[in-house]
């Protein structure tokens, strides 16, 4: 892949799913379409409630973040006082849920965050948090599903387990035929200049923590 469509700055290499507003890449969409009908027979309405994700788009959740205008939790769901870390502490704090402008593993089009529609309660909001797809949340049912059935589609869970660095996502899957190429290609001097040249908050801090960031957040070894 190109680096501009690695980065998330340009989307070329997408197609469209048939929910409105989802891309993937084309390997990528028919492994997710043929799970979506496997789970149908089983009962499951597999949905995406995110997929591909342009640098622009994670510029701007970085950045809302960054000064309090979206929600910031810690690595137990609760929510965290931007205003009161420093920068360096609000970096680490949001790369525990958000990755970073041309980091993101949407960028790819092999990523996909997923839920079932017809599993969360009527007047609830999904709210992509661990405690949903745990024992007695609304999406047990479907993460169980995933476990034993999402590998012979070529899909895993790359953020399974929290090991210090990014916090777990069992509603993130990662088509990993292609996704593992795409993680070894992302590098700190590939990113350094994109980043230099973009608005985002804490620049200077990120620039200076970036291989660091790198070796907690990204370079992070992907479960099996």
Not at 129 to 136: F, S
Request: hydrophobic share 40%.
């Amino acid at each position: 892949m190109d680096s501009q469509c690695l980065v998330g700055l340009n989307d070329r290499h997408l197609v469209p799913l048939t929910e409105p507003g989802h891309y993937l890449q084309a390997a990528a969409k028919r492994a997710f379409v043929a799970m979506q009908t496997a789970a149908l027979e089983d009962g499951f309405h597999l949905a995406p409630a995110s997929s591909f994700r342009s640098f622009s788009r994670q510029l701007l959740i970085w950045n809302d973040k960054f000064v309090g205008n979206r929600p910031l939790l810690d690595a137990h769901s609760q929510p965290l006082n931007v205003l009161s870390l420093s920068e360096p502490e609000r970096i680490t704090a949001i790369l525990q849920w958000s990755a970073l402008p041309g980091t993101s593993r949407h960028h790819w089009g092999t990523d996909i965050d997923i839920y079932d529609p017809q599993l969360l309660p009527k007047g609830a909001r999904l709210q992509l948090e661990p405690w949903e797809y745990e024992a007695n949340g609304y999406f047990y049912p479907l993460s169980l599903w995933l476990e034993k059935n999402m590998a012979r589609f070529g899909f895993y869970l790359p953020f399974i387990n929290a090991t210090g660095g990014v916090a777990r996502e069992p509603w993130h899957i990662s088509y990993r035929p292609l996704a593992d190429e795409y993680a070894k290609q992302l590098t700190p001097s590939l990113i350094a200049p994109i980043l230099a040249a973009q608005p985002i908050y804490g620049k200077e801090h990120i620039l200076s923590l970036l291989d660091d960031i790198f070796a907690r957040f990204i370079h992070h070894s992907p479960e099996e």
